[in-house]
């Protein structure tokens, strides 16, 4: 019996259906078989999938690791993580990945400010305002580890052309912020001379590799607990269903082709000096 087939498409309703869904659910390690800690899972195994072909089973092997197929896997998980309100998450395990578990997560801020346009590069880092600006000129001062009294001395900060109650503002508006600032907005890794700040928060999931629902006799659980979980875990098995519904649709429109991809990399180099 393939992988399609085994999955349910009917949710258990009953208090007896849902017991028997949980309780006969395939299992398999959250991390390692040694850590003894299992979790609900699915074996995705190529070998597996109810192939329309022969020649198709060879080309997924060959189309599995590439970013087109990945892409479309992702997406699928993607949904799974929203709509678990990222309290869980799936993850592939096994010596070829050819297990997919379903583990706990949460979702936190990573604490990225801003980002390279250019490359792409994040960096924790706010990109500075403009070198003419009021704001640019305080958080100058504020880095040096002046008072706000002394700026305000400061014949740069005086000459300033803004009313006093602006430099008093921006003063007090940048203190508890001016070390979130990098010296310049320029990229590290690729040089471009302007990052942009981040309008929206770069989200990282955390992953508990602790296993969910080990031993547990579901006959102590209530209606609406088992129904909880059973949304959780059908859910689950649902998007798994669709991943490789749609990895197998991939592979029977695509074959895999060997690609030179060059990357571009700086270096320093000595110039002579023009006399």
């Known amino acids: 019996m393939n992988l399609l087939d085994l999955i349910p498409t009917r949710k258990p309703r009953t208090k007896k259906e849902m017991i028997e869904y949980l309780s006969n659910h395939f299992r398999y390690h959250t991390l390692h078989s040694w850590n003894r800690m299992t979790s609900y899972a699915q074996n995705v195994k190529i070998y597996n999938l109810p192939w329309k072909k022969r020649e198709d089973e060879s080309r997924a092997y060959e189309l599995f690791s590439t970013a087109q197929a990945a892409q479309i896997t992702r997406s699928c998980f993607d949904a799974f993580h929203q709509q678990t309100d990222y309290h869980y998450s799936i993850i592939g395990n096994g010596r070829s990945g050819g297990y997919l578990v379903m583990v706990e997560s949460e979702r936190s801020d990573s604490g990225y400010k801003s980002k390279c346009p250019e490359c792409g590069q994040l960096n924790y880092r706010l990109v500075p305002p403009d070198k003419n600006a009021l704001d640019s000129l305080v958080i100058r001062y504020l880095q040096k580890g002046w008072t706000n009294e002394t700026i305000s001395r400061e014949p740069e900060i005086l000459n300033f052309p803004a009313t006093d109650g602006e430099k008093q503002n921006a003063l007090i508006r940048l203190r508890p ?6 010296a310049d907005s320029s990229c590290g890794k ?46 689950f098995d649902r998007t798994v269903r669709r991943a490789t519904l749609a990895f197998m649709k991939f592979v029977e429109t695509h074959r895999a082709e060997q690609e030179t991809i060059y990357v571009p990399k700086i270096e320093t180099i000595a110039v002579p000096i023009s006399l």
């Open 177 to 182: 912020i001016y070390k979130d600032f990098s």
């Open 190 to 235: 690729c040089g471009f001379e302007r990052r942009e700040n981040l309008t929206t928060p770069v989200y990282q999931i955390s992953i508990r590799f602790a296993g969910i629902d080990e031993g547990e006799d579901f006959a102590d659980w209530s209606k609406d607990d088992l129904r909880e979980r059973v949304e959780t875990v059908f859910l």
